[in-house]
């Protein structure tokens, strides 16, 4: 097997940058669903899935959030490998049974992150470095979850069979960074002091952290050739 094909859940909104980091990020064959419009896949014929980033939180009362975590957690139920990511790490909580709540403030800039030893984390730096921008956060883990990563505003990253959250944003490039930072409706003096961090140091520290990615693919790879071998000796 040589690409994985994964489920691409876009819960940006139509963001313009999702989408096209996740692509270069994810070696992968991409089927593309946006679920705020109610776009889910037909089912779970799929080595893996990949929940994006939103703007939305995941306990309003949306149908296309119900939806969407109705999905996730069956694929997680039949075993499909999941990576969530910063409001896709929060809904795979809630989807197996974790709790979200929001901050009382907005944590954003790169960051430093302490984290555990992991198959995901394997040659990523620790701690590491990846741009967060997050006004809700995992409080409850799932249920026989283990924590994988954190810092002084909480959970980072956390592990459930195989399934992975991680609260950051590994796939932003250094424009996704300045742009998203640019739209908050924060002071100005705190925009700018985000803004002058996104320098070389930060981003080629938060460059080495996109690892995580090819870690997940890859493991995404075995599972599906390890369930290929066992179809063919049963």
Same mark, same amino acid.
Request: with cysteine; aromatic share 8%; hydrophobic share 40%.
């Given at each position: 097997?040589?690409?994985?094909?994964?489920?691409?859940?876009?819960?940006?909104h139509?963001?313009?940058?999702?989408?096209?980091?996740?692509?270069?990020?994810?070696?992968?064959?991409?089927?593309?669903?946006?679920?705020?419009?109610?776009?889910? &896949?037909?089912?779970?014929?799929? #080595?893996?899935?990949? !929940?994006?980033?939103?703007?939305?939180?995941?306990?309003?009362?949306?149908?296309? *959030?119900?939806?969407?975590?109705?999905?996730?957690?069956?694929?997680? #139920?039949?075993?499909?490998?999941?990576?969530?990511?910063?409001?896709?790490?929060?809904?795979?909580?809630?989807?197996?049974?974790?709790? !979200?709540?929001?901050?009382?403030? *907005?944590?954003?800039?790169?960051?430093?992150?302490?984290?555990? #030893?992991?198959?995901?984390?394997?040659?990523?730096d620790?701690?590491?470095?990846?741009?967060?921008?997050?006004?809700?956060?995992?409080?409850?883990?799932?249920?026989?979850?283990?924590?994988?990563?954190?810092? @002084?505003?909480?959970?980072?990253?956390?592990?459930?069979?195989?399934?992975?959250?991680v609260? =950051?944003?590994?796939?932003?490039?250094?424009?996704?960074a300045?742009?998203?930072?640019?739209?908050?409706?924060? &002071?100005?003096e705190? *925009?700018?002091?985000?803004?002058?961090?996104?320098?070389?140091?930060?981003?080629?520290?938060?460059?080495?952290?996109?690892?995580?990615?090819?870690? =997940?693919?890859?493991?995404?790879?075995? !599972?599906? @050739?390890?369930?290929? !071998?066992?179809?063919?000796?049963?």
């Amino acid at each position: 097997m040589s690409r994985p094909r994964l489920a691409l859940l876009d819960a940006s909104h139509g963001a313009d940058h999702t989408r096209r980091n996740f692509r270069r990020e994810l070696d992968a064959d991409l089927a593309e669903f946006d679920v705020t419009a109610g776009d889910l &896949p037909p089912g779970f014929a799929y #080595d893996g899935a990949v !929940v994006t980033g939103s703007r939305a939180s995941v306990y309003w009362d949306e149908p296309w *959030i119900d939806d969407l975590l109705d999905w996730i957690g069956e694929a997680a #139920d039949r075993g499909l490998p999941i990576l969530g990511v910063c409001y896709g790490h929060q809904a795979l909580a809630t989807a197996l049974g974790g709790r !979200v709540e929001a901050m009382d403030d *907005i944590e954003i800039g790169y960051r430093e992150i302490d984290r555990a #030893d992991d198959p995901l984390f394997a040659g990523v730096d620790a701690p590491l470095v990846a741009f967060e921008t997050h006004s809700d956060r995992v409080v409850d883990l799932p249920p026989g979850a283990t924590l994988l990563a954190e810092n @002084e505003r909480g959970v980072q990253a956390f592990r459930r069979g195989d399934c992975w959250g991680v609260q =950051f944003h590994p796939e932003y490039d250094r424009d996704s960074a300045e742009r998203v930072t640019r739209r908050k409706d924060l &002071p100005e003096e705190r *925009i700018a002091a985000v803004v002058d961090g996104i320098d070389d140091d930060n981003y080629a520290a938060a460059c080495r952290t996109k690892t995580l990615f090819d870690n =997940f693919t890859e493991y995404v790879r075995r !599972v599906a @050739e390890d369930e290929g !071998v066992a179809a063919s000796d049963a």
